[in-house]
């Protein structure tokens, strides 16, 4: 089994962490980060795109060849994370808790961990696994939705 610590926000240091974790190098074109599988990890790719005002997506299409966990360790509030799973299936669990949630091909989780409590994916070894992750950054995010949220009563 081999972890992967993401120490990072937003989406570029997150792929210039696993980049470095996983001794390789990785393309930046505008707001697109991208970074190839190292042959004597597996194959495949993780890319990411920023958008403006927190919101992010991260694509992995990824063959293992051991266990292969990504811990997020980020020191202040987590994303939320919409993730779904279109081929293989893929562990999910919150840092701070042993609680698996599994995302089977097809199917989604949206994730939100309390306060600075990091989440943690869990790849099969030998197995494709392609997954999206939309991820919004609260602190970002949240101020420049405050009208309708007061508009709304917070509902």
């Known amino acids: 089994m081999r972890e992967i610590i993401v120490q990072s926000l937003p989406i570029g240091e997150v792929i210039k962490d696993i980049a470095s974790e996983l ?3 990785y393309k930046r074109s505008c707001y697109f980060y ?3 599988i190292p042959a004597k990890y597996g194959k495949g790719w993780i890319r990411g795109i920023q958008f403006e005002q927190g919101f992010a997506l991260l694509n992995y299409d990824c063959h293992f060849f051991e266990e ?4 997020f360790t980020y020191d202040m509030i987590h994303p939320v994370k919409f993730i779904h799973c279109y081929k293989g299936n893929v562990v999910h669990r919150f840092e701070n808790e042993n609680v698996k949630h599994i995302v089977d091909q097809y199917k989604n989780i949206v994730v939100s961990s309390k306060k600075n409590n990091g989440h943690v ?3 099969k070894p030998n197995e494709r696994t392609c997954i999206c992750s939309i991820e919004i950054e609260r602190k970002k ?3 420049k939705i405050g009208c309708l949220l ?6």
Do not use: A, D, H, R
């Open 121 to 123: 994916l869990q790849f």
């Open 23 to 25: 001794s390789t190098s």
């Open 150 to 155: 007061k508009e709304y009563n917070g509902e």
């Open 68 to 71: 292969m966990i990504i811990k």
């Open 141 to 143: 995010f949240v101020p």
């Open 34 to 36: 991208e970074l190839e």
